[in-house]
């Protein structure tokens, strides 16, 4: 019979060590139980390499050969794990769980359909570890590109509360309600960013190639511009440079590069300056202390901030983590600043045996309804339920201002689009009653 160890707790909060002969890990747990213990991590103990190397090295029937250890195919991981994939494993292994299937067999079935690529070697790793007495979630938590705390954290409750199949339904529920909120924020810029950069290369065209042939035939006339076209023209030799064909500058009069070059790369340039500032913590206190305070785009950032937080938090609750312990992975994994302070206080308030509501309500990062429907919850006892609740509301929330920002996008370019083309016809055509007048006179 196989031996497991175990680590538990007493009735007074003690840490206990030992072991215990079970025929499966769900036997070993209902001893552990029936000893007045809580256990917190249980463990088939590995075979010692002594018994291992004894078994290699039993004789063999004669004329049979011994048997080659099966390698595993060389595979080249390229990228990380999508959060797609994550979501169907998910689902997939808590169907297997709740048909009655041990966790070696469900994960070596999942391993077994996988394409050859980085999960799949992934699934297999973590399947030897638990063949190898590892509990499911200690096997997951040495894999954080595939399974981040949040989730490995939750599988560990599911665990020790023997309600795995159930946990993670939930994380697959909630992993698909976070990919379709992103789904629809990012599908709601892609049209907006392709008009805009098809209207910013139109305007660059007209600057460069059709600006310098009607300033060349103003010159042939030799009569005042009006102040806009001079301006026009002006845009379009810093825009070209003084020559149409000239992309960069002169590298013998040491000119600096055509306004062209600033149009193209400054974004760039602007997007990897942000990029580095995320990297230091003061840099991204200050970008998402300014995200919150963009008109309209402010708002949405609020409204998914408060959605994520919501929902992440409120799931760890039901799974049966320990509210610290869910308080302090909703604040890693928030994605804001602002929101990992207010947290940060949430958790130093709870542990001092206050309230969560309050030092919320003080922070001032959240609506009053969101702070009065968390402190009901928490006053009974439905904590968990009352911030998916929140986090529905949120969503729906967040799907509303999409709406209402396309139906403000499409018209405020058109506007924007049409103001420049007819800046820049009108400043084309001012000149030409001049110049027929000019042409008049002359014949």
Same mark, same amino acid.
């Given at each position: 019979?196989?031996?497991? &160890?175990?680590?538990?707790?007493?009735?007074?909060?003690?840490?206990?060590?030992? $072991?215990?002969?079970?025929?499966?890990?769900?036997?070993?747990?209902?001893?552990?139980?029936?000893?007045?213990?809580? %256990?917190?991590?249980?463990?088939?103990?590995?075979?010692?390499?002594?018994?291992?190397?004894?078994?290699?090295?039993?004789?063999?029937?004669?004329?049979?050969?011994?048997?080659?250890?099966?390698?595993?195919?060389? $595979?080249?991981?390229?990228?990380?794990?999508?959060?797609?994939?994550?979501?169907?494993?998910?689902?997939?292994?808590?169907?297997?769980?709740?048909?009655?299937?041990? !966790?070696?067999?469900?994960?070596?079935?999942?391993?077994? &359909?996988?394409?050859?690529?980085?999960?799949?070697?992934?699934?297999?790793? !973590?399947?030897?570890?638990?063949?190898?007495?590892?509990?499911?979630?200690?096997?997951?938590?040495?894999?954080?590109?595939?399974?981040?705390?949040? @989730?490995?954290?939750?599988?560990?409750?599911?665990?020790?509360?023997?309600?795995?199949?159930?946990?993670?339904?939930?994380?697959?529920?909630?992993?698909?309600?976070?990919?379709?909120?992103?789904?629809?924020?990012?599908?709601?810029?892609? @049209?907006?960013?392709?008009?805009?950069?098809?209207?910013?290369?139109?305007?660059?065209?007209?600057?460069?190639?059709?600006?310098?042939?009607?300033?060349?035939?103003?010159?042939?006339?030799?009569?005042?511009?009006?102040?806009?076209?001079?301006?026009?023209?002006?845009?379009?030799?810093?825009?070209?440079?003084?020559?149409?064909?000239?992309?960069?500058?002169?590298?013998?009069?040491?000119?600096?590069?055509?306004?062209?070059? @600033?149009?193209?790369?400054?974004?760039?340039?602007?997007?990897?300056?942000?990029?580095?500032?995320?990297?230091?913590?003061?840099?991204?206190?200050?970008?998402? &202390?300014?995200?919150?305070?963009?008109?309209?785009?402010?708002?949405?950032?609020?409204?998914?901030?408060?959605?994520?937080?919501?929902?992440?938090?409120?799931?760890?609750?039901?799974?049966?983590?320990?509210?610290?312990?869910? !308080?302090?992975?909703?604040?890693? $994994?928030?994605?804001?600043?602002? @929101?990992?302070?207010?947290?940060?206080?949430?958790?130093?308030?709870?542990?001092?045996?206050?309230?969560?509501?309050?030092?919320?309500?003080?922070?001032?990062?959240?609506?009053?309804?969101?702070?009065?429907?968390?402190?009901?919850?928490?006053?009974?006892?439905?904590?968990?339920?009352?911030?998916?609740?929140?986090?529905?509301?949120?969503?729906?929330?967040?799907?509303?201002?999409?709406?209402?920002?396309?139906?403000?996008?499409?018209?405020?370019?058109?506007?924007?689009?049409?103001?420049?083309?007819?800046?820049?016809?009108?400043?084309?055509?001012? %000149?030409?009653?001049?110049?027929?007048?000019?042409?008049?006179?002359?014949?």
């Amino acid at each position: 019979m196989p031996t497991f &160890q175990y680590e538990a707790m007493n009735q007074a909060g003690q840490r206990q060590k030992g $072991t215990v002969e079970a025929a499966s890990s769900d036997d070993a747990i209902a001893r552990i139980k029936s000893q007045g213990y809580f %256990p917190t991590n249980v463990r088939e103990k590995k075979v010692r390499k002594r018994e291992t190397a004894a078994a290699a090295a039993a004789p063999t029937k004669r004329g049979s050969k011994p048997a080659k250890a099966k390698k595993d195919p060389i $595979t080249i991981n390229i990228g990380g794990v999508g959060q797609k994939a994550i979501t169907q494993f998910s689902r997939q292994m808590s169907t297997l769980q709740d048909a009655g299937l041990p !966790i070696l067999r469900s994960l070596q079935i999942l391993a077994e &359909q996988e394409k050859p690529g980085l999960f799949k070697n992934t699934l297999s790793q !973590i399947a030897a570890d638990v063949e190898g007495g590892s509990s499911l979630s200690e096997a997951m938590e040495k894999h954080p590109k595939a399974f981040d705390r949040l @989730y490995t954290k939750m599988i560990a409750a599911g665990e020790i509360g023997g309600v795995l199949d159930i946990i993670l339904r939930r994380l697959a529920d909630f992993m698909e309600k976070a990919q379709r909120l992103k789904k629809r924020i990012v599908g709601a810029m892609i @049209y907006p960013a392709a008009v805009i950069t098809v209207a910013v290369l139109i305007v660059l065209g007209i600057m460069i190639f059709v600006i310098p042939q009607f300033k060349d035939i103003f010159e042939e006339f030799d009569s005042k511009l009006p102040a806009i076209t001079m301006g026009l023209i002006n845009l379009s030799e810093w825009i070209g440079g003084t020559n149409a064909n000239q992309w960069f500058g002169s590298p013998v009069s040491g000119s600096a590069p055509p306004g062209v070059v @600033y149009v193209i790369f400054g974004p760039i340039v602007i997007f990897l300056l942000m990029k580095l500032m995320r990297m230091s913590k003061g840099g991204r206190a200050i970008l998402d &202390q300014v995200k919150l305070k963009v008109p309209i785009l402010g708002g949405l950032v609020k409204a998914g901030s408060i959605a994520r937080f919501t929902r992440t938090l409120g799931t760890l609750i039901s799974a049966g983590v320990p509210i610290l312990e869910a !308080i302090a992975i909703t604040r890693d $994994t928030v994605g804001n600043n602002v @929101y990992e302070r207010a947290l940060q206080r949430v958790h130093d308030s709870i542990k001092e045996g206050e309230s969560f509501a309050a030092p919320l309500r003080e922070a001032r990062v959240c609506d009053l309804l969101v702070v009065n429907m968390i402190d009901v919850g928490e006053e009974t006892g439905e904590l968990d339920k009352m911030l998916a609740k929140v986090a529905d509301n949120y969503d729906e929330e967040v799907d509303n201002m999409v709406r209402t920002l396309m139906s403000l996008l499409e018209p405020l370019i058109v506007v924007v689009l049409g103001l420049v083309v007819g800046t820049i016809v009108v400043a084309l055509f001012m %000149p030409l009653p001049t110049l027929i007048q000019s042409v008049t006179n002359s014949s």
